[in-house]
């Protein structure tokens, strides 16, 4: 273990949690249909289900503080003619939800003020809730609705009629028409709101360059025949998806925005389980989790340097058929948790598994925390038809930490994306533009490495190490005195070849003429003053006593020789520490200007998709 290296992250002993049934959601009928959807959504007040209910459609909505057993008659959210096969909470409204179904409609629905599943009433006399609107468009049934994460009151949704609609709720009617040309297996918004990406029954991937109502990229997914999923990553300009093989092995995927016609590193081959693998994101962590559909396991990533790193998984032996993620501002910060998934269990009742770093808990940990996305939108359901792009503001966990409600980050975005982030700043995101300055920096560094005491700090590991070692080598050639002590004792076999006369060998110590020649030899660089120690205790043999003459002159012959050989020897040491140096600087500079390169390239590409 002793040359193994560990990569270091904060998340690397994040563990999920069971919950004991008490603090469950039971006696529930979870939706029976084979329809692949998660069946559940959350949010930080309600967790919604779908139903299994006769005479037509509906869900339920349960407040997250009533945990425990459901009585047996609940209000419902009926107002569909056929089964609800998902839905979705306005991320800026957590009291408004849209549904789907199998009906072909889309209802609007608002949750009642101080809404509780027992209400002080006869149960013959509870009422369900109604919806608040209805939209009308699609002539098959409705599968997928995904609000947009950052406009108001923009609306997805996936039909069996090949076809994704985005409506404006605030008119009422859809206003853009994506034909995909299959079934729909599942859609996921950008950052900014202006990029949908699709996966569907023709194993083919899909970015939507959405209010052009056009594909910017269409390419082969996952060749597997069974069902793919796809899930942006937040601000950034890449994206997952979770697919299957041709051998129906389960796989996992990286996408680049700007080269979409592969995979970053290829297809990840997981496991040969066949239940589809559900991702979901958590931005403030840049972690991906994969829920099983149909096992009890949840393993998780990190995203770093394009490169899904494993972390662990949690696992269980009751199995999962639908999975929800809490919002960031929705987690429990006093207990270090960074997410919270809530999993639904032989479709009779749903259990929270927190995700937490295992760490102290007793203040505000503000490096695992950043700011997250709050309840103000980037902008109106008209401004994004327009054509406006923008990132949410974001809010400190800080202040929901001590109590202080939701608090506005003035300033900007944490972890703006290059692309989504940069492409159509706004006023209140002009510190989106922070991330090109890491890219101005790269060539700054390149005329450091030429300086052996202090190479650039943007140098790789090896140029690192060499660094400290020269540090090191410098701090210990400085005193000069304790070589008396620490390097007398390599020397006495040359003093046991010529120790006839006794008495004389004690006097054989280092003499300050034995300084001249280290520091002749360490002038070039510092690196070479542990060479220049062993002929130092030998060379003082000019000053013994007269008795010792002839020893004297083989001793400084020695001394001479010995000198030689560690003048040569450090010579091709500084000479190799020199050409390694070189090599990285041009490593250096090659880089920057690959990475100009690339960063001209995609303003071209920008600039003409926008």
Known sequence: MSGRFVRSSKYRHV???????????????????????????????????????????AFAVIPLNEFGKLPERIPLFRGHTAVVLDTDWNPFNDELI?????????????????????????????????????????????????????AENILATASGDYTVKVWDIEAGQSKLTLNVGDIVQSQSWSGNGSLLVTTSRDKKLRVWDVRQERPAHEGPGH????????????????????????????????????????PVDGFKTLDS??????????????????????????????????????LSEYKSADPQRGIAFMPK?????????????????????IEPIPFIVPRRAETFQDDIYPPCVGLKPAMSSSEWFGGKEAIPPK???GSLYDGQGLKEVTGAQDKPTSSLGESKPEPKTEPEAKPASPVKKVPEPVPE??????????????????????????????????SESNFDEPVKPVERATRSPGPSSPSIKVSPPAQEEPIKIQSPTSGTSTPTRSPAP??????????????????????????????????????????????QTKLIVSQGQQLQKLTSEFEELKAKLG
């Open 538 to 583: 030998s060379t003082p043999a000019a000053q013994p006593t007269s008795p010792l003459t002839s020893t004297t002159g083989s001793v400084t012959a020695a001394a001479a020789h010995s000198s030689t050989s560690t003048s040569s020897t450090s010579n091709s040491t500084t000479a190799d520490l020199r050409d390694l140096i070189a090599e």
């Open 15 to 57: 563990f999920g949690r069971s919950t004991r049934k008490d603090q469950c959601y039971d006696n529930l009928r979870v939706s029976r249909n084979a329809w692949d959807t998660n069946l559940v959504k959350v949010n930080p007040r309600y967790l919604s289900v779908n139903w299994e209910a006769g005479g037509g459609g």
């Open 223 to 262: 060749t597997g025949a069974k069902n793919s999923r796809s899930v942006w990553l937040g601000e950034r300009d890449r994206f997952a998806t979770t697919g299957f093989s041709k051998m129906s092995d389960r796989q996992l995927a990286l996408w680049d925005m700007r080269s979409p016609q592969l």
């Open 273 to 310: 389980i066949s239940g589809v693998c559900m991702p979901f994101w958590d931005d403030g962590t840049s972690c991906l989790y994969l829920a099983g559909r149909g096992d009890g396991n949840i393993r998780y990533y990190e995203l770093e340097n394009d490169k899904f790193e494993y």
């Open 98 to 150: 849209a549904s789907g179904s199998d009906d072909g409609r889309i209802c609007l629905w608002r949750v009642p003020e101080n809404f509780t599943l027992s209400p002080d009433v006869d149960a013959d006399d509870i009422e369900d809730i109604k919806p608040v609107g209805k939209l009308s468009g699609h002539p098959k049934k409705v599968g997928h609705v995904l609000f947009n994460p950052a």
């Open 449 to 482: 490495p030429t300086s052996v005491a202090r190479p650039a700090p943007s140098m790789k590991d090896q140029g690192a190490s060499m660094a400290a070692m020269v540090n090191k080598f410098a701090d210990d050639d400085e005193p000069e005195q304790p």
């Open 329 to 349: 501002r929705g987690v429990n910060m006093h207990e270090n948790e960074v997410t919270r998934a809530f999993k639904t269990v032989n479709d009779t009742y």
């Open 395 to 397: 809010i400190s966990m």
